[in-house]
């Protein structure tokens, strides 16, 4: 079984910053993309930020949003700056891992952290 643990959410105002990070842990040969989502209240769940063969972010999030990732802990970073109202929302890690060399790759994802951004 592969586990996302999450961390790093929290209540900020705006134009503060937030770093966000996810750890996966279990038996994982590799991961390839592992990223981020969020989903806000009444709203679908959109990709922020995935690394992997590319790196791909949200188009309105560019420039202000980092992804990063440490590859021996199976671990990726966000870094959030310039926080606005409007990020506020659950943040999802999303990992697609082959937990050894031919599996098949497999869909996981974390729990869930909550950002909230005051005006």
């Known amino acids: 079984q592969v586990q996302l643990v999450e961390s790093g959410g929290g209540l900020v105002q705006a134009g503060g910053s937030l770093r966000l990070s996810c750890a996966a842990s279990?038996?994982?040969?590799?991961?390839?993309?592992m990223g981020w989502y969020r989903q806000a209240p009444g709203k679908q769940r959109e990709l922020v930020a995935s690394?992997?063969?590319?790196?791909d972010y949200a188009d309105s999030l560019k420039g202000r949003f980092a992804i990063s990732r440490d590859n021996a802990k199976h671990t990726v970073y966000l870094q959030m700056n310039s926080l606005q109202p409007e990020d506020t929302a659950v943040y999802y890690c999303?990992?697609?891992?082959?937990?050894?060399?031919?599996?098949?790759?497999?869909?996981?994802w974390g729990q869930g952290t909550q950002v909230t951004v005051s005006s």
């Open positions: 690394t992997g063969d590319t790196t």
């Open positions: 999303h990992a697609v891992v082959r937990r050894w060399i031919g599996a098949a790759p497999r869909t996981y």
């Open positions: 279990g038996t994982i040969f590799s991961i390839n993309p």
